[in-house]
């Protein structure tokens, strides 16, 4: 899912021959994961009244060409017309913690709210590249849609050096592609806030069978809009797409194979039952905790 607002900048890849032995070669594109984006709402939303931005700094993994941003956390920074300072030494000490809990993520860049790229944002672009050395480090921009004329979106950004004797404070940001992966798990939270978004009174957690019915439901829509699609193109209502027909016969194939009916229907009902189980134990404990309280408060 592409974040951000259409744009036309043109996304430049440096060419093979410059991964040479003992150079790294520049990623070409960015994925950043909803725990990343929710953390750097929060911390814009817990700012001082006199802060214009916040930045932190972005964790995540690389590969040859992509960096992943799993997660984020704030970091201290005051920002004059004269100066801007930034705490290192708290920037260090909390990723060293986030390093106890998943030593897999590494720093990767730092992100700031706004779409304002001015001199002070190339002078911790320097800093950060100093972190991720000898990786790039990058740059990612929230437009909160706070302020009058601007729209809520994300940018990726690398820099580049700017004259023949490079300076700190002289660099240009690059763009580029930036887009948003999301888990299972996290899609699920993802429905229950746009549910929330769109609803003018409180919208709680549902249960379980609420959600598989729900998920069933989803699934049943889909399955419906397939077989419409399908249908139209058999009777000649309208052309039919080769790239749709070989996605859904490799779809049907693998979803299909070495899969009787009778044991996916043991498999359902046998995910269903846990799920009752599951909802029933809840529901015990939630009771026990009770009786016990009121029996405290007796007592």
Not at 21 to 46: E, K, N
Request: with cysteine; aromatic share 6%; proline share 4%.
């Amino acid at each position: 899912m592409t974040l951000g607002q259409p744009t036309s900048a043109i996304y430049l890849q440096q060419p093979l021959a410059s991964a040479l032995p003992g150079t790294i070669r520049a990623p070409s594109s960015v994925t950043v994961h909803p725990v990343a984006l929710f953390a750097i709402l929060d911390h814009f939303l817990r700012r001082k009244e006199t802060q214009e931005r916040v930045i932190g700094t972005l964790l995540g993994t690389r590969t040859d060409n992509e960096i992943e941003v799993r997660n984020a956390f704030a970091v201290l920074h005051s920002e004059t017309t004269e100066q801007v300072a930034v705490d290192m030494d708290y920037h260090r000490a909390m990723y060293e913690l986030h390093q106890k809990v998943n030593p897999k993520e590494v720093i990767v860049g730092w992100y700031s709210t706004g779409s304002n790229l001015n001199t002070y944002s190339a002078l911790i672009q320097n800093f950060y590249s100093q972190e991720t050395a000898p990786y790039q480090a990058v740059h990612i921009a929230m437009d909160t849609g706070v302020q009058e004329g601007e729209q809520v979106g994300v940018k990726a950004y690398l820099s580049s050096p700017v004259g023949v004797s490079p300076r700190p404070e002289n660099c240009v940001f690059v763009p580029i592609p930036c887009e948003l992966r999301l888990h299972d798990a996290e899609r699920s939270g993802l429905d229950l806030l746009s549910k929330a978004a769109s609803s003018s009174s409180t919208v709680s957690l549902e249960s379980d069978l609420a959600t598989l019915e729900a998920s069933l439901q989803q699934v049943a829509d889909m399955v419906e809009r397939v077989l419409a699609y399908v249908r139209s193109v058999i009777s000649g209502e309208i052309n039919g797409d080769i790239a749709v027909g070989r996605y859904l016969m490799d779809t049907l194939s693998v979803s299909s194979a070495g899969i009787e009916k009778g044991k996916l229907e043991g498999l359902f009902n046998a995910h269903l039952q846990d799920t009752l189980m599951v909802s029933y134990l809840a529901n015990l404990v939630r009771s026990q905790v009770e009786v016990s309280s009121r029996l405290a408060l007796v007592s």
